[in-house]
C-alpha cells in the first residue's frame, strides 16, 4: 500500500489556509503534517480542511505560538501527544493508521517542532537555546522514539537543525549560527542513532549534494541568494528503510505570495 506523507511548517495554517489548500489540491499527500500552526484547537479551520478530503485531524494548539498538527485523507487508529521540558506548549503530535487504512500491520506517525533557539548560541546566557538542547536530549531517550522488532514508525517535523555539511548554504559561515552549530548537530544526530532511524530525504538526495528546506525571510532576492538550510526533516524506522519510493522538496512554495520560509517536503512509502 502506498502512503504519501506530507510535512510543512506553515508558520500559521489560518493566515496560510489558502497556501496549504493550493499545495493539497496540487499533491494530493495522504497525510500533511503541519508544524507551527499558532492556531487554538477550537480555531483550527477544519471545515476548510474537510471540503479539500482531509477530514482527519490531530491537533495541539495553542494561541499564537507553536503546534502541530497532523491532517489526513485517512482514519487513526489512535493519536497522542507528549510534552517535552516539562512544557505544555504543542511540539508534538502523533497517529497510528491501523486495519481501518488497510494495514496490517500498524503504522505510527510523529509530528514534531523542535525549538528554534533564538539568536545566541549560548545555553548560559540563552534560556531558549538551553531549551533546545534539553528538548533534544529528552527526545533520544524518549520512550516510543525506539522502534525496535520491526516496528513501523515515520518521524517527521521541523526538527530546527541542519545537520550535514551541505544541509546549509555554507558550512563554515554557519558554525556558530544557532540551528547549524556543533552541539546542536551532534544532539540531533543522537536523537537519530538511538532510534536507529534512517535519514529518508538524505537516502534520495547524497550528503554531498546541497538540500534546502528553509530560507530566511530577511534576505532581499531568497532564490538569487539561495542561501538556505535544511531545517525539515523526514525519518523512518529500519524496517521502512528501503520503502522510501521518491521525495520531493516543493521549493516553488517559497516564492508563493505571503509565503512560510518553509516549504514542503514529501515522501511515498510502500508500506
Given at each position: 500500500m502506498p502512503l504519501t506523507i506530507s510535512t510543512w511548517n506553515i508558520n500559521s495554517v489560518?493566515?496560510?489556509?489558502?497556501?496549504?489548500a493550493k499545495f493539497l489540491k496540487a499533491t494530493r499527500p495522504d497525510v500533511l503534517c503541519l508544524q507551527e500552526t499558532k492556531?487554538?484547537?477550537?480555531?483550527?479551520?477544519l471545515k476548510r480542511l474537510a471540503k479539500l478530503g482531509y477530514?482527519?485531524?490531530?491537533?495541539?494548539?495553542?494561541?499564537g505560538y507553536h503546534g502541530?498538527?497532523?491532517?489526513?485523507?485517512?482514519?487513526f487508529e489512535a493519536t497522542?501527544?507528549?510534552?517535552?521540558?516539562?512544557?505544555?506548549?504543542?511540539?508534538?503530535?502523533a497517529v497510528t493508521f491501523g486495519e481501518t487504512t488497510g494495514l496490517k500491520d500498524p503504522a505510527t506517525l510523529h509530528n514534531f517542532y523542535v525549538p528554534a533557539g533564538g539568536?545566541?548560541?549560548?545555553?548560559?546566557?540563552?534560556?531558549?537555546?538551553?531549551?533546545?538542547?534539553?528538548?533534544?536530549?529528552?527526545?533520544?531517550?524518549?520512550?516510543?522514539?525506539?522502534?525496535?522488532?520491526?516496528?513501523?514508525a515515520?518521524?517527521?517535523?521541523?526538527?530546527?537543525?541542519?545537520?550535514?555539511?551541505?544541509?546549509?548554504?555554507?558550512?563554515?559561515?554557519?558554525?556558530?549560527?544557532?540551528?547549524?552549530?556543533?552541539?546542536?548537530c551532534e544532539k540531533l544526530v543522537a536523537v537519530q542513532k538511538a532510534g536507529a532511524w534512517i535519514d529518508a530525504m538524505r537516502a534520495h538526495v547524497p550528503p554531498s549534494e546541497k538540500l534546502y528546506t528553509w530560507w530566511s525571510y530577511r534576505a532581499a532576492d531568497w532564490a538569487a541568494s539561495d542561501r538556505g538550510r535544511r531545517l525539515d526533516h523526514v525519518w523512518v524506522s529500519p524496517v521502512l528503510g528501503d520503502r522510501v519510493?521518491?521525495?520531493?522538496?516543493?521549493?516553488?512554495?517559497?516564492?508563493?505570495?505571503?509565503?512560510?520560509?518553509?516549504?514542503?517536503?514529501?515522501?511515498?512509502?510502500?508500506?
Open positions: 489560518r493566515l496560510r489556509i489558502e497556501l496549504v492556531c487554538p484547537d477550537d480555531a483550527f479551520p477530514g482527519h485531524v490531530a491537533m495541539s494548539g495553542q494561541k502541530v498538527a497532523i491532517v489526513s485523507r485517512l482514519p497522542a501527544t507528549r510534552a517535552f521540558c516539562d512544557k505544555q506548549d504543542c511540539r508534538h503530535v539568536d545566541e548560541p549560548d545555553p548560559v546566557a540563552n534560556t531558549k537555546f538551553a531549551h533546545k538542547l534539553q528538548f533534544l536530549d529528552e527526545m533520544r531517550v524518549a520512550d516510543g522514539l525506539h522502534p525496535a522488532n520491526g516496528a513501523r515515520i518521524l517527521v517535523g521541523d526538527l530546527n537543525v541542519a545537520p550535514l555539511e551541505h544541509d546549509v548554504w555554507s558550512h563554515k559561515q554557519m558554525l556558530k549560527v544557532v540551528s547549524h552549530t556543533p552541539v546542536e519510493s521518491s521525495m520531493t522538496v516543493t521549493r516553488a512554495a517559497r516564492g508563493w505570495p505571503q509565503p512560510s520560509d518553509h516549504v514542503p517536503v514529501t515522501v511515498k512509502l510502500e508500506i
